[in-house]
């Protein structure tokens, strides 16, 4: 088995990664010669010796290679977890509640929670151009979900937004259906908190978070129900964004980050996420839309690479011990502020506006010295540029007045 990461080792032994990065030769025979002791399969001519053209090499030959080839040469962990068979199958059960009709459905929801809160949840159409919004998820999703409606009151909108939400695979897509219509591992013990109020009241649009090993047929089942009963909304896929775990192993510092590394895990990740969202595109032309939160992320942390991002002291706790990191934790929770990006990321994707073009202060609350009003500022222009520069976000600015352009 090939060791894992060649630059980790530069890291470590304190050789300078813009050597690696620019293709400069490494003159110090001494670190290349530790270098070998700890990867040795780096010595591809096997002459016993470690030249700086064969670390380069090896160094490359990481980058090039794809996250599922990194966690095979280091034995990372995959996501795996047991899907029911039920879902290869064309309908659901027959006691699935999607099958029920709206009377049905909010009957058996206002049974389950008791008279505990509303049986159907509805507003009127708002006359400020707010959506009225539904939507899933989990801890990826928590922030923007908590920002996006203090964002959009800042705009001058009330955002009406009605979620049921869990902590990781509980919040995905997929173990939402199952535990809303009371199928496979929820059989018999449905919980249509969602369906009742799609079932009998409007909506615009709908908000998913993704989650390990995703298939479109998580998406498409709540798409179909939605359209049902509502035939004008829009649906809203968070593709959340770079994690550790696509290196298969954790950098010992953050001098790993090069502005490379970081574009080359961004194009990682979409083109993970377009097994699932392709799909679903095609299927449902002018319907599904990306908030690409992925992308907003990798530009923040090449701005925070040129230290263009006042009070965020590192790229990942996780690594490099900073409290106001970017990401906060192993998994990739993203850090103190940045709850703000994702929120103006949700809120420049469904309304297609600049956020920097809200003029009155936005009360988010919480110590108003971080983030300061410079770093609220790059947030949104990173937002904004992610936005529009994604090709599925249904978002263009070519004539740069932080307005969606009308053709798209």
């Given at each position: 088995?090939?060791?894992?990461?060649?630059?980790?080792?530069?890291v470590?032994?304190g050789?300078?990664?813009?050597?690696?990065?620019?293709?400069?030769?490494?003159?110090d025979?001494?670190?290349?010669?530790?270098?070998l002791?700890?990867?040795?399969?780096?010595?591809?001519?096997?002459?016993?010796?470690?030249?700086?053209?064969?670390?380069?090499?090896?160094?490359?030959?990481?980058?090039?290679?794809?996250?599922?080839?990194?966690?095979?040469?280091?034995?990372?962990?995959?996501?795996?977890?047991?899907?029911?068979?039920g879902?290869?199958s064309?309908?659901?059960?027959?006691?699935?509640?999607?099958?029920?009709?709206?009377?049905?459905?909010?009957q058996?929801?206002?049974?389950?929670?008791?008279?505990?809160?509303?049986?159907?949840?509805?507003?009127?159409?708002?006359?400020?151009?707010?959506?009225?919004?539904?939507?899933?998820?989990?801890?990826?999703m928590?922030?923007?979900y908590?920002?996006?409606?203090?964002?959009?009151?800042?705009?001058g909108?009330?955002?009406?937004?009605?979620?049921?939400?869990?902590g990781?695979?509980?919040?995905?897509?997929?173990?939402?259906?199952?535990?809303?219509?009371?199928?496979?591992?929820?059989?018999?013990?449905?919980?249509?908190?969602?369906?009742?109020?799609?079932a009998?009241?409007?909506?615009?649009?709908?908000?998913?978070?993704?989650?390990?090993?995703?298939?479109?047929?998580?998406?498409?089942c709540?798409?179909?129900?939605?359209?049902?009963?509502?035939?004008?909304?829009?649906?809203?896929?968070?593709?959340?964004?770079?994690?550790?775990?696509?290196?298969?192993?954790?950098?010992?510092?953050?001098?790993?980050?090069?502005?490379?590394?970081?574009?080359?895990?961004?194009?990682?990740?979409?083109?993970?996420?377009?097994?699932?969202?392709?799909?679903?595109?095609?299927?449902?032309?002018g319907?599904?839309?990306?908030?690409?939160?992925?992308?907003?992320?990798?530009?923040?942390?090449?701005?925070?690479?040129?230290?263009?991002?006042?009070?965020?002291?590192?790229?990942?706790?996780?690594?490099?011990?900073?409290?106001?990191?970017?990401?906060?934790?192993?998994?990739?929770?993203?850090?103190?502020?940045?709850?703000?990006?994702?929120?103006?990321?949700?809120?420049a994707?469904?309304?297609g506006?600049?956020?920097?073009?809200?003029?009155?202060?936005?009360?988010?609350?919480?110590?108003?010295?971080?983030?300061?009003?410079?770093?609220?500022?790059?947030?949104?222009?990173?937002?904004?540029?992610?936005?529009?520069?994604h090709?599925?976000?249904?978002?263009?600015?070519?004539?740069?007045?932080?307005?969606?352009?009308s053709?798209?």
């Amino acid at each position: 088995m090939k060791a894992p990461l060649l630059l980790l080792a530069a890291v470590a032994l304190g050789i300078p990664l813009n050597s690696l990065c620019l293709g400069q030769n490494l003159a110090d025979t001494n670190q290349l010669q530790k270098w070998l002791k700890q990867f040795p399969a780096a010595d591809t001519n096997g002459d016993g010796k470690l030249s700086s053209d064969e670390a380069i090499a090896y160094r490359n030959e990481f980058l090039a290679s794809g996250p599922a080839n990194r966690w095979a040469k280091t034995g990372a962990v995959k996501r795996e977890f047991g899907v029911d068979p039920g879902w290869d199958s064309r309908t659901f059960p027959e006691q699935a509640v999607c099958h029920k009709t709206p009377a049905e459905i909010r009957q058996i929801f206002a049974e389950v929670s008791s008279g505990k809160q509303p049986a159907v949840v509805s507003y009127e159409k708002p006359a400020d151009g707010a959506l009225r919004i539904v939507g899933t998820g989990h801890s990826f999703m928590m922030p923007g979900y908590k920002t996006l409606p203090v964002i959009c009151k800042g705009a001058g909108m009330t955002q009406p937004l009605y979620t049921h939400v869990g902590g990781g695979m509980t919040g995905s897509a997929r173990y939402k259906w199952e535990q809303e219509n009371g199928i496979f591992q929820f059989d018999g013990k449905p919980v249509p908190k969602l369906l009742a109020s799609i079932a009998n009241a409007p909506w615009d649009a709908m908000m998913f978070g993704p989650y390990f090993n995703d298939r479109p047929a998580y998406y498409s089942c709540w798409f179909d129900f939605c359209l049902k009963y509502n035939p004008e909304m829009k649906f809203y896929l968070s593709d959340a964004w770079p994690q550790l775990e696509q290196l298969g192993t954790k950098p010992a510092s953050e001098a790993f980050f090069t502005a490379e590394v970081l574009d080359r895990m961004g194009a990682e990740r979409r083109s993970m996420y377009r097994q699932t969202l392709d799909p679903l595109l095609n299927a449902y032309p002018g319907k599904v839309f990306v908030l690409p939160t992925s992308d907003a992320m990798v530009l923040a942390a090449k701005h925070f690479l040129r230290g263009e991002l006042p009070g965020i002291e590192g790229l990942h706790r996780a690594i490099g011990k900073k409290e106001r990191s970017l990401w906060k934790d192993q998994l990739g929770h993203l850090g103190p502020g940045l709850e703000r990006l994702e929120g103006y990321v949700f809120y420049a994707t469904l309304y297609g506006q600049s956020p920097e073009r809200i003029e009155k202060v936005i009360e988010f609350g919480g110590d108003a010295s971080f983030p300061n009003q410079e770093l609220d500022r790059m947030f949104r222009k990173i937002a904004w540029q992610a936005v529009a520069e994604h090709p599925f976000s249904g978002v263009s600015d070519k004539d740069g007045d932080g307005v969606k352009d009308s053709s798209r």
